[in-house]
T-cell receptor, first 112, second 114 residues
């Protein structure tokens, strides 16, 4: 399977704390994206980082990419209860038509 | 911009019936659409790649005769689950975009087969 791995599978923190999720993948990529999914709902695109980028910020989100290790991390700072959701990384394999290979996801629970 | 819709959002059907799910790009033309499936508490798995005007490309393990995909125009792709069975119950999500560029996801269709 080309599916990536994410850890932790589940993460429970208090409001105000930072949450870090990691993702590993197997193939060469064009870019890596992070998505959020609330229970039973559609996907929300959070951030895209290209293979030639190492770090990217968007509001309270910080994403890093290490192509030599085929890994990425998503940091959510100053978490809020509304951040409670499942988070998925997804890669676009190099040479593909743009389809996404999703990781298994991290279920984040932020307690108020 | 870049809005993708899916219809229906919810469908319940009896075992043995066929169900059609539509994926539309509302404000752009999509040369490529992808269909994903998500079982409860699992991640999304790519089912097939749909290119306008040509046959869909299915991922390994996905039965093309069971999951019929038609991409007849640059704004519409349909997924038909034929002779649905309870094990086909899942969340089906499409994405649309131009080949090799950012994909935009629809809100998903939840299928329950009784």
């Amino acid at each position: 399977s080309q599916q990536g791995e994410e850890d932790p599978q589940a993460l429970s923190i208090q409001e105000g704390e930072n949450a870090t999720m990691n993702c590993s993948y197997k193939t060469s990529i064009n870019n890596l994206q992070w998505y959020r999914q609330n229970s039973g709902r559609g996907l929300v695109h959070l951030i895209l980082i290209r293979s030639n980028e190492r770090e990217k910020h968007s509001g309270r989100l910080r994403v890093t990419l290490d192509t030599s290790k085929k890994s990425s991390s998503l940091l959510i700072t100053a978490s809020r209860a509304a951040d409670t959701a499942s988070y998925f990384c997804a890669t676009v394999p190099r040479g593909s038509q743009g389809n996404l290979i999703f990781g298994k996801g991290t279920k984040l629970s932020v307690k108020p | 911009g870049a809005v993708v819709s899916q219809h229906p959002s919810w469908v319940i059907c009896k075992s043995g019936t066929s169900v059609k799910i539509e994926c539309r790009s509302l404000d752009f033309q999509a040369t490529t659409m992808f269909w994903y499936r998500q079982f409860p508490k699992q991640s999304l798995m790519l089912m097939a790649t749909s290119n306008e005007g040509s046959k869909a490309t299915y991922e390994q393990g996905v039965e093309k005769d069971k999951f019929l995909i038609n991409h007849a125009s640059l704004t519409l792709s349909t997924l038909t689950v034929t002779s649905a069975h309870p094990e086909d119950s899942s969340f089906y999500i499409c994405s649309a975009g131009r080949t090799g560029e950012t994909q935009y996801f629809g809100p998903g269709t939840r299928l329950l087969v009784l």
